[in-house]
């Protein structure tokens, strides 16, 4: 089974940049489309991006198009996440999750914030 580690969170002014880090253990993590979730205090989890096994293929939520873009490296085995022109409102724990035979599975969070 697959396990995922997020890393790259921080603390960032508005309007700087941060690149998060999707790894995920064995060698079949490239054959998963990736998804990237976030979620703020006292709100539900959210959809932010999502990559096909290939890299060919991204979707975004709407209200992110044009700051954030998702890649991957199958080589290393990682999914990345460029975050620009950051906002307080990005404000949130990142998620990434793959959905494998056994089900959804979660990384623990990386957590990103952002001061106005």
């Known amino acids: 089974q697959v396990q995922l580690v997020e890393s790259g969170g921080g603390l960032v002014q508005a309007g700087g940049s941060l690149r998060l880090s999707c790894a995920g253990s064995?060698?079949?993590?490239?054959?998963?489309?990736v998804g990237w979730f976030r979620q703020a205090p006292g709100k539900e989890r959210e959809f932010v991006a999502g990559?096909?096994?290939?890299?060919?293929?991204?979707k975004y939520a709407d209200s992110l198009k044009g700051r954030f873009t998702i890649s991957r490296d199958n080589a290393k085995n990682t999914v990345y996440l460029q975050m620009n022109t950051l906002k307080p409102e990005d404000t949130a724990v990142y998620y990434c999750?793959?959905?494998?035979?056994?089900?959804?599975?979660w990384g623990q969070g990386t957590q990103v914030t952002v001061s106005s």
């Open positions: 999750s793959i959905a494998q035979p056994s089900g959804i599975s």
């Open positions: 990559i096909s096994w290939s890299g060919g293929s991204t």
């Open positions: 064995g060698r079949t993590f490239s054959n998963y489309a």
